[in-house]
């Protein structure tokens, strides 16, 4: 079945760091791009990076420097290394899946990330 499934958020102070990870079943085929949004309560989802198959790379103005996006593409797996968490990182991350066959991407279930002191 086709899955894609976020680990690794949680509660972590300020200046903190998680490392996210999203695997994508190996059924979805042609793989463009995958990357990562998220939302606040009472905020509209956002990007906060992306990552196409050949490395380019996107983020929010609000996490670059701080947010590092990686991809194995052997896996089909992305990764969200944050560093210097903010509390206004806190949100629900998700992870969407872009392919060549299919107009919406994939999305998972979400990962909490939490940054409180």
């Known amino acids: 079945q086709v899955q894609v499934v976020e680990s690794g958020g949680g509660l972590v102070q300020p200046g903190g760091s998680l490392r996210l990870s999203c695997a994508a079943s190996?059924?979805?085929?042609?793989?463009?791009?995958m990357g990562w949004s998220r939302q606040a309560p009472g905020k509209q989802r956002e990007l906060v990076a992306r990552?196409?198959?050949?490395?380019?790379?996107n983020y929010a103005d609000s996490v670059k420097g701080r947010f590092t996006i990686s991809r194995d593409n052997a896996k089909n797996t992305v990764y969200l290394q944050m560093n210097s968490l903010k509390p206004e990182d806190t949100a629900i991350y998700y992870c969407?899946?872009?392919?060549?066959?299919?107009?919406?991407?994939?999305w998972g279930q979400g990962t909490q990330v939490t940054v409180s002191s």
């Open positions: 190996r059924n979805i085929v042609s793989i463009t791009a």
């Open positions: 969407n899946v872009e392919s060549t066959v299919r107009t919406i991407p994939y």
């Open positions: 990552i196409t198959s050949g490395g380019r790379t």
